[in-house]
Nanobody, 123 residues
């Protein structure tokens, strides 16, 4: 089993930045590809970004490309999501997911999920 715990969410103004963290524990060798998804108010869960085990391969949703950066530190079993130039439409609960075996944007490919961290853009 793999446990994922997200942190770093909060209230931020439009144009601001946040860094989300996803700490993995347990059988972390099974995390393979790790992704971030988000679910905004009244919206379906959507893919944000994914990173390979080595950190060398990444893939982003078009809506965040150029603003968000996913990275990982395998020494600490942590995956990060740097959020820059935040927009009101970025308001959502952000979830870390692990266990896919390729750069997938499908939530069904991920076996392990965290509880989420909330990002809210203030007006």
């Amino acid at each position: 089993q793999v446990q994922l715990v997200e942190s770093g969410g909060g209230l931020v103004q439009a144009g601001g930045s946040l860094r989300l963290s996803c700490a993995a524990s347990g059988s972390t060798g099974r995390t393979y590809f790790t992704a971030w998804f988000r679910q905004g108010p009244g919206k379906e869960r959507e893919f944000v970004a994914v990173v390979s085990w080595s950190g060398k391969l990444t893939y982003y949703a078009d809506s965040v490309k150029g603003r968000f950066t996913i990275s990982r530190d395998n020494a600490t079993n942590t995956v990060y999501l740097q959020l820059n130039n935040l927009k009101p439409e970025d308001t959502a609960d952000y979830y870390c997911a692990a266990g896919a075996q390729y750069l997938s944007r499908q939530y069904s490919d991920y076996a392990y999920w965290g509880q989420g961290t909330q990002v809210t853009l203030s007006s």
